[in-house]
């Protein structure tokens, strides 16, 4: 058996034990978080193929095709080539934009060739994947910022000692008019304008310019730089890297292969992308606290994709647990407690990652909000047809307006938390909750069962609800 499959099956034997147990928790943690730096160069090119493609929406051409490129390239005495291609257009990161850096992690323990490609010339044009209006370009000194410290945030998710890190200034920055154009003469611009988002925007008549137009192009030459077999990259950046495919054609290679990874829901449960500017987010430079908190807010049906994005963990080891709370042999709070422990554990280590647990469990466990005798109450019966922002106000006073109390649910500061005997339930209240009557937004919470007690927290501030 391999060194992986070892592991799987330890883990499987802990996940087969009780949950709730900070011992088995503690022990679990440290098997998958070792998983992260495991040599997977035991693996056949099948078995490689299978674990690349079990955390990938889709490969292309196929698995089999990915699966031959890399029994090929052992037999050449090399590993494959694998780009990576980020723009530096924030300077803080989150745990969204990690996903590809997983998969590339786990390309680089197979004994493949890794290359980082910083886009610090793409980045001045923008990327236009799914936006309705041009971005504004970066200039040298934005790209510089956004770059410093970036190698840190995501180094937990991947060993830069072992990774080539190129610039494409190095080879756009010299690229000439004639050669450019020599390029662009052999793409049909119908490729370039099939784009759903181009064509939305100019139905809507907002403005395109050419730089957007080229900039799948000047990121394929990316890949015939480094003559790429395969490039990682978000199911939105498909039609970049099938240029990629094509204009590595014009260069006379063979075309790369193409992995995409899923976008991952942000954690207020909307169904909206993590992004900062939502507020749905886990930051990579959160403290451990804060980190477990966030993940513990999801909604329970998120914990599956975050399983499957964020963990080393294997099929079969998520299969196990999940089949264990549909058996209502394991409670799902437990699980979101492990997942909150995983999280935290890459970021921070298993040590902070049980603190954390012990500091949550301290803060918010049922026991702490049921014997918290001086808590305001609110009763449904009374209140319940006025908005939950301006009960928040009106009758508990814990936001100045309600228009405030709007503000903290869009910064996800605002849940509804149900407690039973075996733990609790946080529901967030969405924005577009916050002006609605607080009896149907309770109502709603409890489609899915009767907890013991329910209470509301706005920030730090929490209220008993009765009558519901």
Do not use: C
């Amino acid at each position: 058996m391999t060194r992986l499959g070892d592991s799987v099956q330890r883990g499987l034997a802990l996940l087969g034990q009780d949950l709730s147990s900070d011992t088995v928790v503690r022990q679990l943690l440290e098997e998958t978080g070792s998983r992260r730096y495991l040599d997977l160069g035991d693996l056949s090119a099948g078995e490689q193929a299978a674990l690349i493609a079990s955390r990938a929406v889709e490969v292309l051409p196929s698995v089999d095709r990915l699966a031959e490129e890399i029994a090929a390239a052992r037999e050449a005495g090399r590993g494959l080539r694998v780009k990576l291609g980020i723009d530096p257009t924030a300077a803080d990161v989150h745990l969204g934009h990690t996903v590809p850096m997983i998969v590339l992690s786990r390309f680089q323990r197979m004994g493949h060739e890794v290359t980082l490609i910083i886009g610090d010339v793409t980045a001045k044009i923008g990327d236009p994947s799914g936006r309705s209006a041009e971005r504004p370009p970066l200039t040298d000194e934005d790209i510089a910022a956004n770059l410093s410290g970036y190698r840190d945030q995501v180094r937990p998710f991947l060993d830069f000692e072992k990774v080539r890190i190129r610039h494409n200034s190095e080879w756009l920055g010299g690229y000439t008019l004639p050669e450019l154009i020599g390029v662009l003469a052999r793409v049909p611009a119908s490729s370039l304008l099939q784009r759903e988002d181009f064509r939305t925007r100019l139905e809507g008549g907002h403005g395109l310019t050419m730089s957007e137009l080229i900039y799948p192009v000047a990121m394929a030459l990316d890949s015939a730089e480094i003559v790429a077999d395969i490039e990682l990259g978000g199911v939105d950046q498909l039609l970049n890297m099938q240029m990629g495919r094509r204009v590595m054609e014009i260069h006379g290679q063979r075309p790369q292969l193409i992995a995409t990874m899923p976008l991952i829901e942000g954690t207020d449960g909307s169904g909206a992308k993590m992004s900062k500017s939502k507020g749905n987010y886990v930051g990579l430079r959160a403290d451990a606290d804060e980190v477990f908190g966030r993940i513990m807010s999801i909604p329970d049906r998120l914990m599956e994709p975050y399983l499957r994005a964020w963990t080393e963990w294997d099929d079969a080891e998520i299969a196990l647990v999940l089949s264990r709370i549909s058996e209502r042999t394991a409670h799902p709070m437990d699980l979101k407690r492990i997942l909150a422990g995983e999280m935290v554990a890459v970021l921070h280590g298993a040590d902070a990652a049980m603190a954390a647990r012990a500091a949550f469990a301290a803060r918010f466990s049922r026991g702490d909000f049921a014997e918290a005798g001086d808590l305001p109450e609110v009763d449904l019966a009374e209140h319940g047809k006025e908005g939950v922002a301006n009960v928040l106000s009106g009758v508990l006073g814990f936001t100045p307006s309600a228009s405030a109390g709007r503000r903290l649910a869009r910064q996800n500061g605002l849940r509804l938390v149900l407690g039973t005997a075996s733990g609790q339930r946080t529901v967030p209240v969405s924005e577009a909750d916050a002006p609605r009557p607080l009896g149907e937004v309770v109502g709603e919470a409890l489609a899915d069962g009767r907890p013991d007690e329910v209470w509301l927290k706005a920030g730090r501030k929490l209220a008993v609800l009765r009558g519901w």
